[in-house]
């Protein structure tokens, strides 16, 4: 049998980081989505309406009494069929520039942190091709609750694909993409701080930690799961105030009153009418939701591609 020319390693390569991309991305964001549900409800709720006085856990509460514990997996569906090309768009993305810049550059260029934070932001681009309209339709969801079945100037979402469909027909294509913009500039920043943090940490650990590997090539998982949460903790307080900001966006519906017209306008008005505690609204759930999302994810793609990256 013959060995695999370089082309068809790099194929294989590719193929792997779309691969086990998608896998973990899908495990973390099935298990985290309650999380997340509850991060969009404290988000959208303006300073002064108190509806949750207790922050995540009142949220928690509140939904599981009065409208049930399937409530906290709105929007899940189509989580669950555009989070597979979104990760793996985004992992893809990710080490194939950060092997670009290594191959054209050198390996110190290739594992500084500005690489990995430049790289970070493609990566955030390509999978937001799929993750922003999933974003509207989940989110869409996520802040409905029944009492919007009685509301006579709207249509009540009955699941995700339903959603698509009215979203579609209301706004066109168009509004599958509102925030867009928002959401580059948020998690842009978000990504390329998670990976500069990350990579940089990863590289200490290679070279103080023993993780009883002759070649120390290979980061154990615990250390994978704590570098992740610490990563993902830091990045997600730090964008914490441009989240609100995008969400209160995407949630907008058609036909309801223009509250904010853009990024900097949502900033403004948010700024003006409720002061500045309206932006660390839902930062704990944000953490509670991407840290250990971002944990899982990570750890998993890490211990799928040293596990499948023995066969290429």
Known sequence: ?????????????????????????????????????????????????????????????????????????????????????????????????????????????????????????????????????MDIIKQRLQVQSDTAKSHPNQTFYRGSFHAAKVIFKEEGVRGFFRGFLPTLYIYGPYVGIYFSFYEKAKQIGKRYIDFNNDDNKYISLAFQLTNGFMAGSLAAAITCPLDVVKTRIQVQRLGDERLYTGMLDGFKTILKEEGLSAFVKGMGARVLWLAPGSALTIAAYEQLKSFFGKFI
């Open 1 to 133: 049998m013959s060995a695999s020319s370089p082309t068809d390693k790099r194929s294989n390569e590719k193929l792997l980081h779309l691969l086990t991309g998608a896998t973990s991305g899908l495990l973390a964001d099935s298990i985290m989505h309650p999380i997340d549900t509850i991060r969009v409800r404290l988000q959208v709720e303006k300073v002064g309406q108190n509806k949750y006085k207790g922050g995540t856990f009142s949220v928690f509460r509140s939904i599981v009494k009065n409208e049930g514990v399937s409530y906290l997996y709105k929007g899940l569906p189509i989580v669950a069929v555009a989070t597979v090309p979104a990760h793996g768009l985004y992992f893809f993305g990710y080490e194939y520039f950060k092997g670009k810049i290594q191959q054209h550059y050198g390996d110190s260029a290739g594992q500084s942190s500005m690489t990995h934070f430049v790289a970070g932001n493609i990566a955030n681009l390509m999978g937001s091709i799929v993750w922003v309209p």
